[in-house]
């Protein structure tokens, strides 16, 4: 069974950064071989994708609403993946969940079932 457990949420003002953390474990796990897709919930609305990398080659993807101020990573050794939020908005206050998957979408994000973490609060106000 994977377990993902994200970090690195909170209160920020406009303009200000955070990193997000997606630590994965599990009994003969190797991230390697997952896509793995950042997704966010505002309050009241739908989840949404905000960027993903792939397994095979890190190809990412990025939303236009973050394009050129998140960058997303992973560090497969430490079986962990990140999320580099600059820049900040209001906008992009929300819940931030990260997940992952063997299978993907055609392009990098995670599909099929994917594994799910129980999310980190992120709110960016003055």
């Known amino acids: 069974q994977v377990q993902l457990v994200e970090s690195g949420g909170g209160l920020v003002q406009p303009g200000g950064s955070l990193r997000l953390s997606c630590a994965a474990s599990?009994?003969?796990?190797?991230?390697?071989?997952?896509?793995i897709g950042w997704f966010y919930q505002a309050p009241g609305k739908e989840r949404e994708r905000v960027s993903c990398?792939?397994?095979?080659?890190?190809?990412?993807y990025y939303s236009d609403s973050v394009k050129g101020r998140f960058i997303i990573s992973r560090a497969n050794a430490k079986k962990t993946a990140y999320l580099q939020m600059n820049a900040l908005k209001p906008e992009d206050t929300g819940v931030y969940y990260c997940?992952?998957?063997?299978?993907?979408?055609?392009?990098?994000?995670?599909?099929?079932?994917?594994?799910w973490g129980q999310g980190t609060q992120v709110t960016v106000s003055s």
């Open positions: 997940a992952i998957s063997l299978y993907s979408d055609g392009g990098e994000c995670p599909a099929g079932s994917p594994y």
């Open positions: 599990g009994s003969g796990f190797a991230l390697d071989n997952f896509n």
């Open positions: 990398i792939s397994s095979t080659d890190g190809r990412t």
